[in-house]
C-alpha cells in the first residue's frame, strides 16, 4: 500500500511597500499545496495535456482569518473562498519562475525547487480612489484538459493593498 508523504511543501514570504514609502516584510510563512498540484503532475508524467502556472487568483476571503487562530486549509481546497477573485493571467502578470538549489539560491539547473515571484501593484486591482483590496487569499493555477487546477493556497489575515502600493509575493514550492 503507497502512502501519501508530506511533499510537495511550500511557503511565501509578502513584501508590501505602501504608497508613502513605509515597508513591511511579513516574513516566511507556510502554504498548502493542494491535491489538484499532484494530479496535475501525475497528468504531466502520464502525457497528458497538462500545463504549469496559467493565472494567479487573489480572494478577499473570510474576515473570520483576521483573528488568530483561524482554520488552516485543507489539501482538498480547489478554490478560493472568494466567489468573485480577481485573476491575473500569467501572460498579463509581473511575475517569474526560478529554480532554487537546495540552499535556496536561484540557479539556471534544473532542481525540484521552484520559486514563483509576483509583484500585484495596487493601481491594478479593482478598487477606487481611497479604497483597499482586502487580500486574504491566493492561489496559483495550472491546467489540465482545458480545466483549472488549483496548485498552491495561501490563506492569511487581511493585507490592505491601495493605489501606489505593491506587493511582492514570493512563493517556494519544494516537488
Not at 500500500?1 to 511543501?9: I, Q
Not at 477606487?128 to 493556497?153: K, V
Request: proline residues 4%.
Amino acid at each position: 500500500m503507497m502512502t501519501r508523504k508530506a511533499l510537495p511543501e511550500g511557503k511565501y514570504r509578502d513584501h508590501l511597500v505602501y504608497a508613502d514609502g513605509r515597508v513591511v516584510d511579513y516574513g516566511w510563512r507556510c502554504n498548502v499545496i493542494v491535491d489538484q498540484c499532484r494530479q496535475l503532475l501525475a497528468a504531466f508524467m502520464q502525457g497528458q495535456a497538462a500545463s504549469g502556472i496559467q493565472r494567479i487568483s487573489l480572494g478577499r476571503g473570510d474576515t473570520s482569518w483576521d483573528s488568530l487562530p483561524y482554520e488552516a486549509p485543507v489539501p482538498s481546497t480547489s478554490s478560493l473562498m472568494d466567489s468573485s477573485p480577481h485573476d491575473i493571467a500569467v501572460a498579463d502578470a509581473e511575475m517569474s519562475i526560478s529554480f532554487l538549489d537546495i540552499s535556496g539560491n536561484t540557479t539556471s539547473d534544473v532542481h525540484s525547487r521552484i520559486e514563483v515571484s509576483v509583484t500585484i501593484e495596487g493601481d491594478s486591482l479593482p478598487i477606487g480612489s481611497g479604497e483597499t483590496f482586502p487580500l486574504r487569499e491566493f492561489a496559483l493555477y495550472g491546467e489540465l484538459n482545458s480545466n483549472d487546477y488549483m496548485i498552491d493556497y495561501v490563506r492569511h489575515g487581511v493585507i490592505h493593498i491601495g493605489q501606489g502600493d505593491v506587493l511582492t509575493r514570493r512563493v517556494r514550492l519544494v516537488f
